[in-house]
């Protein structure tokens, strides 16, 4: 098997070709998110290895050579796909002057899981998604079976805003509403999780509203919105995007309720297991000095159990280059983007 750049026809039916990757797909594979990014200065690759396809996103660094990220990729399934595919993705990089291949496949995270990618030689590095450890929720039967699954304080809580008059709503991706969410989301962060700046987060929540694949929603007490959420539904995954509540809460479960919207959302759109995206690690779930407790707690709301993933590696392709970007150009980049454009490289 070789691996080659994609044809204009499979880009052109990009999105079937990725659902169809062993791992059923990934929305961070996807056109849309290509396209995204292709808007923020990456180059998108479309890369095609027998059946599996894979996006790269692709930077050149003066000097170095060229940096491709596979973002939640490659989609592969088992470390043994992963070692099948790595000659020629190497082979590949370095006759396009690639000096490094940052990877990041959903593999579930295990000693056995991290010994055989140690054995690849690869090198473990600060996830770049949100979701390396993270809550999902089987959505696969019916919305009654899907209610009792949900753990009992979730239960409580969705029963208890609609009780006190909760109302969610399924709303256009208006500029208005964008930028009524986009402050909502802001005031959310406070420091605690990065923000890209609105218009990134405008073009998202339109394009994928716009391909079908993207729901802004709000919950109102009476004609004040107290939360907002963004989801998107991709063939058998659904993932909640973005999230966001007013600080003084004056009823309670809002938020609760409107991830059940959400849900009977995505069950419309055949969606089986849905991402909550993004969870402190399993080991560190009940800690309450970690930074992201609270949004640990919230989803755990709904399902205990926390999924940990691998996280991050990168392939190294020229050895000398790689060493001088770690050592010095991916610290003055990442501190260049911060100053100047208020967020990350990736």
Same mark, same amino acid.
């Given at each position: 098997?070789?691996?080659?750049?994609?044809?204009?026809?499979?880009?052109a039916?990009?999105?079937?070709?990725?659902?169809?990757?062993?791992?059923?797909?990934?929305?961070?594979?996807?056109k849309?998110?290509?396209?995204?990014?292709?808007?923020?200065?990456?180059t998108?690759?479309?890369?095609?290895y027998d059946?599996?396809?894979?996006?790269?996103?692709?930077?050149?660094?003066?000097?170095?050579?060229?940096?491709?990220?596979?973002?939640?990729?490659?989609?592969?399934?088992?470390?043994?796909?992963?070692?099948?595919?790595?000659?020629?993705?190497?082979?590949?990089a370095?006759?396009?002057?690639?000096?490094m291949?940052?990877?990041?496949?959903?593999?579930?995270?295990?000693?056995?899981?991290?010994?055989?990618?140690?054995?690849?030689?690869?090198?473990?590095?600060?996830?770049? +998604?949100?979701?390396?450890?993270t809550?999902?929720?089987?959505?696969?039967?019916?919305?009654?079976s899907?209610?009792?699954?949900?753990? +009992?304080?979730?239960?409580?809580?969705?029963?208890?805003?609609?009780?006190?008059?909760? +109302?969610?709503?399924?709303?256009?991706?208006?500029?208005?509403?964008?930028?009524?969410?986009?402050?909502?989301?802001?005031?959310t962060?406070?420091?605690?999780?990065?923000?890209?700046?609105?218009?990134?987060?405008?073009?998202?929540?339109?394009?994928?509203a716009?391909?079908?694949?993207? +729901?802004?929603?709000?919950?109102?007490?009476?004609?004040?919105?107290?939360?907002g959420?963004?989801?998107?539904?991709?063939?058998?995954?659904?993932?909640?995007?973005?999230?966001?509540?007013?600080?003084?809460?004056?009823?309670?479960?809002?938020?609760?309720?409107?991830?059940?919207?959400?849900?009977?959302?995505?069950?419309?759109?055949?969606?089986?297991?849905?991402?909550?995206?993004?969870?402190?690690?399993?080991?560190?779930?009940?800690?309450?000095?970690?930074?992201?407790?609270?949004?640990?707690?919230?989803?755990?709301?709904?399902?205990?159990?926390?999924?940990?993933?691998?996280?991050?590696?990168?392939?190294?392709?020229?050895?000398?280059?790689?060493?001088?970007?770690?050592?010095?150009?991916?610290?003055?980049i990442?501190?260049?983007?911060?100053?100047?454009?208020?967020?990350?490289?990736?």
């Amino acid at each position: 098997m070789t691996i080659r750049f994609a044809t204009p026809t499979e880009i052109a039916q990009w999105n079937s070709l990725v659902l169809n990757n062993p791992d059923r797909g990934n929305i961070l594979q996807g056109k849309e998110f290509a396209d995204q990014k292709q808007e923020d200065g990456w180059t998108p690759r479309y890369l095609r290895y027998d059946s599996l396809v894979i996006l790269i996103l692709e930077k050149r660094v003066f000097g170095l050579g060229g940096i491709w990220y596979a973002p939640k990729g490659p989609g592969i399934s088992t470390t043994r796909e992963l070692k099948k595919l790595l000659p020629k993705l190497r082979k590949l990089a370095a006759e396009h002057n690639v000096f490094m291949i940052k990877v990041e496949p959903e593999l579930s995270e295990s000693d056995e899981t991290r010994s055989d990618l140690m054995k690849l030689e690869l090198v473990r590095v600060r996830p770049i +998604q949100p979701n390396f450890s993270t809550i999902t929720l089987d959505i696969s039967d019916n919305l009654t079976s899907v209610m009792a699954h949900l753990n +009992q304080k979730g239960r409580h809580a969705i029963n208890r805003a609609k009780r006190d008059g909760v +109302q969610t709503r399924m709303v256009d991706a208006t500029d208005d509403n964008c930028r009524f969410m986009y402050d909502l989301l802001v005031a959310t962060a406070a420091g605690s999780f990065a923000v890209r700046d609105y218009d990134y987060y405008k073009r998202f929540w339109q394009r994928y509203a716009s391909n079908g694949l993207g +729901q802004l929603f709000f919950a109102y007490v009476d004609t004040d919105v107290v939360a907002g959420a963004y989801a998107i539904a991709f063939g058998e995954k659904g993932t909640y995007k973005d999230g966001a509540s007013i600080r003084e809460r004056t009823v309670y479960g809002a938020s609760h309720l409107l991830q059940w919207q959400i849900i009977e959302w995505m069950k419309a759109k055949g969606v089986n297991i849905y991402d909550l995206c993004g969870a402190p690690p399993s080991s560190q779930i009940k800690n309450p000095d970690h930074p992201h407790y609270g949004i640990g707690r919230f989803k755990t709301s709904f399902n205990k159990k926390v999924t940990d993933y691998v996280g991050a590696y990168d392939i190294i392709i020229n050895p000398t280059a790689y060493k001088l970007w770690r050592k010095f150009g991916e610290r003055l980049i990442m501190k260049l983007y911060r100053i100047f454009k208020h967020h990350g490289y990736y």
